[in-house]
């Protein structure tokens, strides 16, 4: 299963830098409250990770998580299209245990910090985790007569003032055994994860963020994985779509940015801009509609 996620980790540290083949969308409702969906286009390096499945020998005695039960069993799969809520699984766990989600989220909540040894923050950050985890949905798309593989994340939020784009998949993945056992390719994603898309609201104004990954300080190593999946990936530009409730201002200060429409902006950026630490995007959107 190392080879699942060491295909995945080094696709998407690659994506995440020049963002190939990788499209994301968030719409905002009047009341604030919204979804986004992050999708990454797999497919040139699904027959890889194929490949990986199907020659790693089990290990005796080796018993595998109900996620990686689920995702051999999806990516070597005819064809799937399905939606995965982590809270079901989470949960279906749970009651083996006899428990559920609630008295789950009391035990975090009910942690003394002294006992375990961990800071009031960390604290907090567990229980975001398990919140932001909770709630996310994942959809799974796999057709091997086409060697099509796509994830997509969706986030719902209830307040768009509250809204972090951090709460996704990939990073999720970053606390699982099977990945940090990876080493480079977590610290590899660490350092890429730094450069995502970020978003605040002030007032009626939304603020779109972001910078170029700088990689000096990646290591050869994982410089010519990136450079190896990115090649498999293709050479797409990275697409944002913000659907807002209201209609938009029509001048955006920024050359990476369109209005679409009278309540639509899009952001698109070439794959060498991304790759620039120099570059960066500070977009503030004005727009109507919220209440």
């Not at 809270?87 to 609630?102: F, I, Q, T």
């Not at 809204?163 to 990945?179: S, V, W």
């Amino acid at each position: 299963m190392k080879q699942l996620f060491y295909f995945l980790a080094v696709a998407v540290a690659a994506m995440l830098t020049s963002c190939s083949s990788n499209e994301e969308e968030l719409w905002i409702e009047a009341n604030g409250s919204g979804r986004y969906e992050s999708t990454m286009d797999l497919s040139g390096i699904y027959p890889f990770i194929l490949m990986g499945l199907n020659s790693e020998p089990e290990e005796e005695g080796e018993e595998k998580d109900p996620f990686t039960k689920m995702m051999e069993g999806l990516l070597q799969s005819e064809s799937v299209d399905t939606l995965i809520r982590f809270s079901d699984m989470v949960a279906r766990e749970l009651e083996k245990e006899g428990k559920n989600l609630d008295m789950l989220l009391d035990s975090l909540e009910s942690v003394d910090i002294n006992e375990a040894g961990i800071t009031e923050a960390e604290k907090e950050a567990n229980l975001k985790l398990f919140r932001e985890m909770t709630n996310i949905q994942l959809r799974m798309q796999v057709k091997k007569s086409e060697s099509l593989f796509k994830i997509t994340t969706i986030n719902t939020f209830d307040d768009i003032a509250e809204f972090k784009q951090g709460g996704n998949f990939m990073e999720t993945m970053m606390g699982m055994d099977d990945y940090a056992a990876m080493g480079g390719q977590s610290e590899m994603m660490e350092d890429v994860l730094g450069a995502q898309t970020q978003f605040a609201l002030s007032g009626k104004t939304l603020n779109v963020s972001r910078r170029g990954q700088d990689m000096s300080d990646m290591s050869e190593e994982d410089k010519q994985q990136l450079q190896m999946v990115e090649g498999m990936l293709g050479d797409e530009p990275y697409r944002l779509t913000i659907h807002f409730p209201g209609k938009v201002k029509k001048k955006l200060n920024s050359k990476y940015a369109t209005r679409l429409d009278n309540e639509t902006v899009v952001i698109e950026i070439p794959r060498e801009d991304l790759k620039n630490p120099d570059m960066k995007l500070d977009l503030g959107i004005k727009f109507k509609g919220l209440k």
